[in-house]
């Protein structure tokens, strides 16, 4: 189904994301702050981008043994992850700053690291926000290769298996974007006519892509044996890299909507969902480890999934206090609020899901 036939229903009798909008808006006022990024954030920003640069200049510099220099591109793993996670997550969404320029030059951040600014707002921004948890509509959950991350993807025999290997899978997430995903997306955008619909321009994205790509690797493969670092330490340091970015980011998106609890759901034959879209991202979203402050700093408040599917455009770091208003309100109006009090209760509920999702037939879970 073509993603603008799709629309959800505009009866919300209860008018909970009214009640709901003038709330938040109501606390922001009365405490006279911005919805967008504070001093933490800036703070936040200037830390993860040295979490990935300085180990990489240190490894330029060959002043440590080959062994250190690997421990060094597992650091910047975890720099790559934060710059995903908090920076150009914000900036994508237009909640890091009110300029719309200026999260327009911190949302490439992403394309430094060696993803896609572009591919990703399509996916992310237009895709997962509008249409979570629908199968053939949110790509987040397609079929992937050797994962059935929806009740209603197509069914194969190993999936069965696949909580036990999706967590290598995911590993492997962060090379797949900057190898073949943003190209493949970019390509499928511009053949349906998204990126004109989204207001760009395919000749100028694909050009923009390319040289991306092209100092990206420049500077994190070539650049090194420049320096005279061993080629054996580039490559295996860059892979190193990319499998502690995939399995961390990976892993934080999945436990925020294939967990337990949520709906999973096809689109509705009339093209009109059931839902409002409010109260549809109420029930295919979940939190987890809102109470542990070093998850909490480190995913950019991707664990208040909840918050940011309603609020995309403020930024992560008035989550926590934005959450009471909206968990009361949901249950206050009888509806769900999905969340996981420990990190590792929500990885364990993920793979309970991928477990199930690997019997044929599956359970009804929507």
């Not at 609020?311 to 969340?339: G, M, Q, R």
Request: hydrophobic share 40%; proline share 4%.
């Amino acid at each position: 189904m073509n993603p603008q036939s799709l629309r959800f229903s505009r009866k919300d009798s209860s008018d909970f994301f009214t009640t709901t909008r003038k709330r938040v808006n109501t606390y922001f006022e009365e405490n006279n702050i911005k919805k967008t990024g504070n001093f933490g954030m800036y703070f936040k920003t200037l830390v993860m981008f040295a979490i990935y640069f300085t180990p990489f200049v240190i490894i330029l510099m060959s002043i440590v043994p080959n062994w250190a220099n690997i421990l060094l591109y597992f650091v910047m793993g975890l720099g790559l992850s934060g710059i995903g996670l908090s920076i150009m997550h914000d900036a994508n969404h237009g909640a890091y700053f009110k300029s719309k320029t200026l999260n327009n030059i911190m949302g490439y951040s992403i394309n430094i690291v060696g993803g896609s600014s572009f591919t990703w707002k399509v996916q992310h921004n237009i895709l997962h926000h509008t249409y979570t948890n629908i199968y053939e509509m949110d790509e987040d959950i397609h079929d992937k290769p050797f994962l059935r991350l929806s009740p209603y993807g197509k069914y194969k025999k190993y999936h069965k298996f696949q909580h036990w290997y999706a967590m290598f899978l995911y590993s492997l997430g962060t090379l797949s974007w900057v190898t073949v995903k943003d190209f493949r997306q970019l390509k499928e955008y511009n053949a349906s006519g998204m990126t004109e619909q989204s207001g760009h321009y395919p000749k100028q994205q694909t050009i923009i892509l390319i040289i991306s790509k092209i100092l990206y690797f420049s500077y994190t493969l070539l650049l090194p044996l420049l320096f005279g670092v061993t080629w054996w330490v580039v490559l295996l340091g860059f892979l190193i890299m990319h499998l502690v970015a995939g399995v961390l980011i990976t892993t934080i998106f999945q436990l925020a909507h294939v967990v337990e609890g949520p709906e999973h759901h096809e689109p509705h034959p009339t093209g009109t969902m059931e839902n409002t879209w409010a109260v549809h991202q109420l029930k295919t979203t979940a939190n987890f480890a809102k109470y542990n402050p070093v998850i909490s700093w480190f995913v950019g408040g991707l664990n208040y999934q909840i918050e940011h599917h309603l609020f995309p455009h403020i930024c992560h770091v008035h989550y926590k206090k934005i959450s009471s208003i909206v968990k009361e309100t949901a249950l206050e109006y009888d509806l769900p609020y999905y969340e996981n009090k420990w990190f590792l209760t929500a990885v364990i509920s993920h793979l309970k899901v991928l477990k199930e999702f690997g019997k044929s037939p599956v359970p009804s879970l929507a």
